[in-house]
C-alpha cells in the first residue's frame, strides 16, 4: 500500500477504511453462513448415502469454517470499537502512549487484533491497509512485535487465528447435530440414543430399589419405636427427591449450555 497521503488526516482516513471493513465483513459472513449451510445438507447427504467417514472430513472442515466465521464476528466488533472512538484513536502519539493511556478502553487491544487478523483474513483487503495504515503510524517495529511475537494479541484471536485438528469428542457432537436437524442415519446418534434409555432404565431400578429399602427401614423403624421413647428423625423422601432433582438438573443444564453454545448456529 502506497504511503498515505498527507492531505487526508489520519483519523478520517481510518475512519474511512474501518466503515468498509465493517461492511466487508459483513458481508462475508452471510457468505460463510451460507455456503455453511450448504456444507451441513452435504453432510447430511453423505451419512444418508452410507458415507460416514467422508461425512467426518467434511464435518472438520465445517468446524474450521465456523472458527473462521468467529473470527470475522470478532474483527466486525473491533472495527466497530475503533469507528466509535476514531478521534480518539487520532489523538494517541505512538506506542508508548497507546499502551499507557489506552489499555482499558479496549483501543489497545483492539488494533493489535486487527493487526495480528490481517494475515489470516486476506479476503478483506480493508483490513490489510489497516494494518498498513498502522504501521505509518506506529511504525514497523511495532507490527513486527504483534505479527512475530503475537504481543498484546487477545488469546481468544490468536485462538481463532490457529486452527487445530478438532477432536473426535467435538467432531461426533457436530455431526450428531447434523444428522438430528436433517433427519440422517448416524451410527453414534443410535449409540447415544441406546446409552440414555440404559441410563433410564438403570436409574428407575436404583430408584426401585432404595424405595423397598426405604420401606424395610421405615417398617424396622416402626417395630423398635414402639418399644423406646424416642425416635430418630429421618430426612423425608420429598427432600430427598429434591436434592436428587436439583443435581440432576445442574449436570444437565450445563451439559445443555455447551451444546447450545455450540450448535446454535447448525440450527439455523
Do not use: W
Not at 451460507?34 to 447427504?45: F, L, M, P, Y
Not at 486476506?122 to 507490527?143: C, N, R, T
Not at 429434591?242 to 449436570?251: C, F, L, P, R, V
Amino acid at each position: 500500500m502506497p504511503r498515505p497521503s498527507q492531505n487526508i488526516p489520519f483519523p478520517i482516513k481510518m475512519k474511512t477504511l474501518l466503515k468498509m471493513s465493517i461492511q466487508r465483513l459483513r458481508y462475508a459472513q452471510e457468505k460463510g453462513e451460507s455456503t455453511a449451510k450448504q456444507s451441513r445438507r452435504d453432510v447430511a447427504k453423505l451419512l444418508k448415502n452410507g458415507k460416514e467417514t467422508k461425512a467426518l472430513f467434511k464435518v472438520e472442515t465445517l468446524i474450521n469454517d465456523d472458527n473462521h466465521m468467529e473470527l470475522l464476528e470478532i474483527m466486525e466488533l473491533y472495527c466497530e470499537l475503533l469507528h466509535a472512538r476514531y478521534q480518539l484513536v487520532g489523538t494517541i502519539r505512538d506506542e508508548i502512549d497507546l499502551i499507557e493511556n489506552h489499555m482499558d478502553d479496549g483501543i489497545n487491544e483492539a488494533i493489535r487484533a486487527i493487526v495480528f487478523a490481517s494475515i489470516h483474513i486476506p479476503e478483506i483487503k480493508e483490513i490489510q491497509q489497516l494494518k498498513e495504515l498502522f504501521k505509518f503510524k506506529f511504525g514497523l517495529d511495532f507490527i513486527k512485535s504483534i505479527v512475530d511475537e503475537k504481543v498484546g494479541v487477545p488469546e481468544r484471536v490468536i485462538n481463532k487465528c490457529c486452527p487445530k485438528l478438532p477432536s473426535e469428542e467435538l467432531v461426533e457432537l457436530y455431526t450428531i447435530e447434523i444428522a438430528r436437524v436433517y433427519d440422517a442415519p448416524y451410527n453414534k446418534m443410535d449409540e447415544n440414543k441406546q446409552d440414555e434409555v440404559g441410563t433410564e432404565e438403570t436409574g428407575s431400578k436404583e430408584h426401585l430399589k432404595q424405595d423397598n429399602l426405604q420401606k424395610e427401614t421405615s417398617n424396622t423403624g416402626s417395630n423398635e419405636a414402639s418399644n423406646k421413647e424416642s425416635v430418630t428423625p429421618k430426612v423425608s423422601e420429598s427432600l430427598k427427591r429434591a436434592i436428587h432433582t436439583k443435581e440432576q438438573k445442574n449436570t444437565q443444564d450445563l451439559e445443555l449450555e455447551d451444546l447450545k453454545k455450540r450448535f446454535e448456529a447448525l440450527r439455523h
